[in-house]
């Protein structure tokens, strides 16, 4: 079943041409079509199926610095501003609220973890408090349960995944851009070397620039172009209850299950981390990259089925650009949830949050998470073709830091001063071995 998203009206005449062409509607591609647009460009931002309809519309929501990877966190720090910005700008209501993030345990070693990040995260600046037992158990009153500690990050929030990415390209629009639903963009074509243009199912589009924001997809709409991104994709299972649940924290992580209250007073459920691991050809061929990170992460990943494979997201064939793609074959990635998971995700759920136990559920859904061996985004505009930007990988971390992402790389496009460090986000890293790269949290 399709996660809960806006529908949006979008633009039918096809343009010839444009000053940029952003690849992928989910909300680094809607983000970085807002912030160049805002710049002056003339921008089309292209969709094969709906915008945000993949994992942009199928995550938690949360926007979040807490427990992020230092080479994350800067992006996420300007990123809560950023969603405030584009709120006002626009004049939409994006779901974005700075309510807090609370995390409780009854660990010892994850409470001296996040302590460990909380003592880096101060000396960076950040509002990371550390709770005892006693406090925990006072925020944490809805479950009933004594815990051993937690952590609150007062100034962290959420955003409505069912409404941000449509609603920012319509903030597109708003600032002259052009935005193009069902409409595959199916490779590039070059003139001396570098980027001249888009090729499309409707046609070509004429433009100098290219950023390729096209989350799970990435990897395989670059393979035919010659470079190589290692990208591999995790199905993650996700379920919402309906209204009704009073008192709980507006958004909560437990070892056991994380709770985010909705705008419509729901809440969605999901068990951090957990997801099932669906081979595929691009998975086959990125193996050795991400050997690290699947060993120290398989404890929380279950073997999956074929519909990866089938999905066709990460196929290493070479399509004709003058046929059907598969990114036509397969406009939206809507996987099958874990039944298992989303069963396992609804107990859990209400044995720790009581209030639960009464309301009914109201969906459940799956969505492909695409990551890099390190855990870390590629945002990058010299991965070897003058004019062609990366921006994917974002490694289920991408709905909270999209203001960011798309804001650097309009920086990159625009050539203008980044808003932060980009050293750590380029694809030449993984020329070298990732042992001992992969993010932390």
């Known amino acids: ?146 815990w051993a500690g937690g952590v609150w990050s007062p100034t962290d929030g959420v955003a409505d995944p069912t409404v941000a990415a449509p609603l920012i390209a319509r903030g597109v629009r708003k600032h002259g851009g052009v935005v193009i639903q069902s409409c595959a963009a199916r490779g590039i074509e070059t003139s001396a070397g570098a980027v001249s243009g888009v090729v499309t199912e409707r ?68 068990i951090s981390g957990r997801s099932n691991v669906d081979p595929s050809p691009g998975a086959i061929y990125g193996a050795k990259h991400f050997l690290p990170m699947f060993l120290k992460r398989w404890r929380s990943l279950q073997p999956g089925g074929l519909q990866a494979w089938k999905a066709g997201f990460e196929s290493r064939r070479k399509w004709a650009l003058d046929r059907e793609t598969p990114m036509e074959q397969t406009r939206i990635l809507d996987p099958t949830p874990s039944q298992s998971l989303i069963q396992q995700t609804l107990y859990r759920a209400r044995a720790l949050l009581p209030e639960l136990a009464a309301v009914p559920v109201q969906a459940a859904w799956a969505g492909y998470i695409d990551s890099t061996p390190d855990g870390v985004p590629v945002i990058d505009a010299d991965i070897g073709v003058p004019g062609l930007t990366l921006a994917a990988g974002l490694s289920g971390h991408g709905f909270g830091i999209g203001p960011g992402v798309g804001h650097l790389v309009a920086d990159m496009v625009l050539a203008r001063a980044p808003i932060t460090e980009t050293r750590q986000y380029r694809l030449a890293r993984f020329d070298r071995s990732q042992w001992g790269n992969v993010a932390e949290f």
């Open 203 to 270: 046609g070509v589009i004429a433009t100098p620039q290219i950023v390729i924001a096209g989350g799970a997809w990435a990897s395989s709409f670059l393979s035919r172009t010659g470079i190589s991104f290692p990208q591999a994709s995790v199905r993650s299972s996700i379920l919402a209850v309906a209204p009704g649940a009073k008192g709980l924290p507006p958004a909560l992580h437990t070892a056991a299950v994380s709770v985010t209250r909705r705008l419509d007073g729901g809440h969605t459920l999901a």
């Open 1 to 146: 079943m399709p996660a809960p998203l806006l529908h949006i009206e979008t633009d039918e005449e096809f343009p010839a041409q444009a000053d940029c062409v952003v690849i992928g509607a989910g909300i680094v591609g809607v983000c970085t079509a807002y912030w160049l647009a805002r710049g002056g460009m003339r921008v089309v931002l292209l969709e094969k199926g709906r915008v945000g309809a993949e994992q942009s519309s199928r995550n938690w929501g949360w926007c979040r610095q807490q427990n992020r990877d230092a080479r994350e966190l800067p992006l996420a720090t300007k990123s809560l501003s950023l969603w405030e910005e584009i709120a006002q700008d626009i004049d939409e209501d994006l779901g974005f609220r700075r309510c807090g993030l609370l995390y409780l345990s009854n660990s010892a070693a994850e409470i001296e973890g996040w302590a460990k990040w909380g003592k880096f995260a101060r000396g960076e600046g950040i509002d990371t408090q550390m709770l005892t037992n006693a406090q925990a158990a006072e925020r944490g009153a809805a479950t009933g349960k004594t």
